[in-house]
């Protein structure tokens, strides 16, 4: 994206000749060979400072590299005083996170017996100026591969999916839609469904793959029945929508627990299961009976 590296031009031109930067890093995606690049990806900086008040309490100085339109900032109590940050979009459509360390801080994370995670992810040196980055550590890029679960965490979360399923079910025989919304999009998914994926491609490629935040990669690795399906547990406001959306849930979550279970050497919650697809049918048929009435 022609836009983007001149921005990243201009930043570390900028950085060169301002004697208040002492370092400076290129982190994240850009430079990490496991992180999809495309032309939405950020740029993400960290600047190291002798003093970083007159840059964290100021944002003038963040003109220099185009009209901001929109900006987050977090200070240093945010980050238990190791640094700030500023993540700032221009009208260019450039999408710039700059964190700003104190140069105390910074030499103690490279003295750190493992890198930060900011750092193990990918990181080029633009900048050093005294020599502070003698001696970082290689990143590994091991901080954002699938970890595998201990048997105890995946009875754990199978447990938790099989209990939150039950609200669902009655949000959705309420007519409680916004709450119904937060089990399925804020638990079943984001807690449950989505370690759930990530394990079962894990545990197909020897534990040694990122599928990204959030499930980004989901559909690259996933069969293409299988992520058609998923696709279905995404529903909208109707509520048959979401009763259907719910079942597919369970028929998802007992598929992949189970093939799980055999690929670990685990036991899969069968018994837990039975029971909980009982009561959801008992309560969807309670539902149904009200409103045909």
């Not at 201009?10 to 301002?18: E, F, L, P, T, V």
């Not at 400072?49 to 240093?76: K, R």
């Not at 449950?192 to 989901?218: D, M």
Request: with cysteine; hydrophobic share 40%; aromatic share 14%.
């Amino acid at each position: 994206m022609k836009a983007r590296d001149e921005k990243l031009q201009q930043i570390i031109d900028w950085a060169k000749n301002n004697n208040d930067i002492r370092a400076a890093l290129l982190t994240s995606s850009l430079v990490n060979p496991l992180a999809p690049v495309d032309d939405f990806s950020d740029i993400d900086i960290d600047f190291v400072f002798e003093n970083i008040d007159p840059y964290q309490f100021n944002n003038t100085w963040l003109s220099h590299f185009g009209s901001p339109i929109a900006m987050v900032e977090e200070d240093e109590t945010f980050f238990e005083g190791k640094h700030a940050m500023k993540m700032v979009l221009y009208n260019d459509n450039v999408k710039v996170d700059f964190k700003l360390y104190k140069k105390s801080a910074f030499i103690n994370d490279v003295k750190e017996p493992e890198l930060p995670e900011d750092w193990d992810v990918g990181y080029t040196i633009l900048l050093d100026k005294d020599g502070i980055t003698k001696g970082i550590k290689l990143p590994t890029y091991q901080s954002v591969l699938i970890k595998k679960p201990t048997e105890k965490r995946y009875q754990q979360l199978l447990n938790d999916f099989w209990w939150d399923m039950t609200y669902v079910a009655k949000c959705l025989a309420r007519d409680e839609l916004f709450y119904a919304k937060f089990m399925s999009e804020n638990m079943m998914r984001t807690d449950y469904l989505v370690p759930l994926i990530e394990w079962y491609i894990a545990s197909a490629h020897q534990w040694n793959i990122t599928t990204n935040k959030h499930g980004r990669l989901f559909k690259k690795y996933v069969p293409l029945d299988l992520w058609k399906r998923i696709e279905r547990t995404f529903s909208g406001s109707n509520m048959e929508e979401n009763w259907n959306a719910l079942f597919v849930y369970a028929d998802i979550a007992a598929e992949l627990g189970v093939e799980l279970a055999q690929r670990l050497d685990y036991t899969y919650p069968a018994g837990l299961e039975k029971n909980v697809r009982k009561y959801l049918e008992a309560v969807k048929a309670k539902y149904d009976s009200r409103i045909s009435m």
